[in-house]
Nanobody
Framework: QVQLVESGGGLVQPGGSLTLSCASSTNIFRFTSMGWYRQAPGKQRELVARIIGGYSPNYADSVKGRFTMSRDYTKNTIYLQMNRLVPEDSAVYYC????????WGQGTQVTVSS
Protein backbone atom coordinates (compact mmCIF):
# COMPACT_ATOMS: atom_id res chain seq x y z
CA GLN A 1 0.00 0.00 0.00
CA VAL A 2 1.48 3.32 -1.10
CA GLN A 3 1.10 6.16 1.38
CA LEU A 4 1.92 9.74 0.46
CA VAL A 5 2.08 12.43 3.13
CA GLU A 6 2.35 16.10 2.17
CA SER A 7 3.72 18.79 4.44
CA GLY A 8 5.05 22.32 4.27
CA GLY A 9 1.89 24.27 3.53
CA GLY A 10 0.92 27.41 5.37
CA LEU A 11 0.21 31.11 5.15
CA VAL A 12 2.65 33.23 3.17
CA GLN A 13 2.62 36.80 1.90
CA PRO A 14 2.52 37.55 -1.82
CA GLY A 15 6.01 37.32 -3.27
CA GLY A 16 7.06 34.80 -0.66
CA SER A 17 8.21 31.21 -0.96
CA LEU A 18 7.24 27.80 0.37
CA THR A 19 8.58 24.31 -0.14
CA LEU A 20 6.14 21.43 -0.06
CA SER A 21 7.27 17.89 0.68
CA CYS A 22 5.62 14.60 -0.16
CA ALA A 23 7.02 11.65 1.77
CA SER A 24 6.39 8.23 0.30
CA SER A 25 6.13 4.93 2.15
CA THR A 26 7.35 3.22 -1.02
CA ASN A 27 10.64 3.57 -2.84
CA ILE A 28 9.97 6.34 -5.35
CA PHE A 29 12.16 4.57 -7.92
CA ARG A 30 9.14 2.33 -8.45
CA PHE A 31 6.81 5.16 -9.49
CA THR A 32 6.03 5.52 -13.19
CA SER A 33 4.88 9.08 -12.61
CA MET A 34 4.87 11.69 -9.84
CA GLY A 35 2.94 14.89 -9.72
CA TRP A 36 1.73 17.90 -7.82
CA TYR A 37 -1.85 19.10 -8.22
CA ARG A 38 -3.88 21.81 -6.54
CA GLN A 39 -7.51 22.57 -5.94
CA ALA A 40 -8.89 25.94 -5.00
CA PRO A 41 -12.39 26.36 -3.51
CA GLY A 42 -15.05 25.98 -6.18
CA LYS A 43 -12.54 24.92 -8.82
CA GLN A 44 -11.46 21.64 -10.31
CA ARG A 45 -8.21 20.01 -9.32
CA GLU A 46 -5.49 21.08 -11.72
CA LEU A 47 -2.04 19.89 -12.61
CA VAL A 48 0.84 21.96 -11.26
CA ALA A 49 3.88 19.86 -12.15
CA ARG A 50 4.51 16.29 -13.22
CA ILE A 51 7.35 13.88 -13.84
CA ILE A 52 6.75 10.88 -16.09
CA GLY A 53 9.39 8.18 -16.03
CA GLY A 54 12.87 9.59 -15.76
CA TYR A 55 12.17 12.74 -17.71
CA SER A 56 12.36 16.32 -16.53
CA PRO A 57 9.30 17.86 -14.91
CA ASN A 58 6.53 19.51 -16.91
CA TYR A 59 4.84 22.56 -15.44
CA ALA A 60 1.54 24.31 -15.83
CA ASP A 61 1.94 27.62 -17.67
CA SER A 62 0.76 29.50 -14.61
CA VAL A 63 3.70 28.30 -12.49
CA LYS A 64 6.53 28.06 -15.05
CA GLY A 65 9.59 29.92 -13.88
CA ARG A 66 8.28 30.14 -10.31
CA PHE A 67 7.83 26.53 -9.17
CA THR A 68 10.36 23.70 -9.25
CA MET A 69 9.59 20.03 -8.74
CA SER A 70 12.32 17.70 -7.55
CA ARG A 71 12.77 14.38 -5.83
CA ASP A 72 15.24 12.86 -3.39
CA TYR A 73 15.54 9.12 -3.89
CA THR A 74 17.50 8.68 -0.66
CA LYS A 75 14.60 10.14 1.32
CA ASN A 76 11.78 8.81 -0.88
CA THR A 77 10.44 12.35 -0.97
CA ILE A 78 9.08 14.61 -3.70
CA TYR A 79 9.34 18.38 -3.38
CA LEU A 80 7.68 21.44 -4.83
CA GLN A 81 9.64 24.64 -4.39
CA MET A 82 7.29 27.59 -4.87
CA ASN A 83 8.67 31.10 -5.36
CA ARG A 84 7.10 34.50 -6.08
CA LEU A 85 3.77 33.26 -4.80
CA VAL A 86 0.60 35.13 -5.72
CA PRO A 87 -2.88 34.95 -4.19
CA GLU A 88 -4.04 32.83 -7.14
CA ASP A 89 -1.69 30.09 -5.94
CA SER A 90 -3.83 29.60 -2.84
CA ALA A 91 -5.21 26.07 -2.84
CA VAL A 92 -4.92 22.65 -1.30
CA TYR A 93 -1.88 21.01 -2.86
CA TYR A 94 -1.79 17.28 -3.43
CA CYS A 95 0.96 14.97 -4.55
CA UNK A 96 0.27 11.82 -6.49
CA UNK A 97 2.23 8.88 -7.75
CA UNK A 98 1.63 6.17 -10.30
CA UNK A 99 2.29 2.57 -9.31
CA UNK A 100 -0.24 0.10 -10.73
CA UNK A 101 -2.81 2.75 -9.93
CA UNK A 102 -2.73 6.42 -9.00
CA UNK A 103 -2.14 7.16 -5.34
CA TRP A 104 -2.91 10.51 -3.67
CA GLY A 105 -1.82 12.22 -0.52
CA GLN A 106 -4.23 13.96 1.84
CA GLY A 107 -3.23 17.46 0.74
CA THR A 108 -1.70 20.50 2.38
CA GLN A 109 -3.20 23.99 2.43
CA VAL A 110 -1.32 26.90 0.91
CA THR A 111 -2.70 30.38 1.47
CA VAL A 112 -1.10 33.42 -0.13
CA SER A 113 -2.39 36.58 1.46
CA SER A 114 -1.22 39.83 2.97
Amino acid sequence: QVQLVESGGGLVQPGGSLTLSCASSTNIFRFTSMGWYRQAPGKQRELVARIIGGYSPNYADSVKGRFTMSRDYTKNTIYLQMNRLVPEDSAVYYCNAGLETIHWGQGTQVTVSS
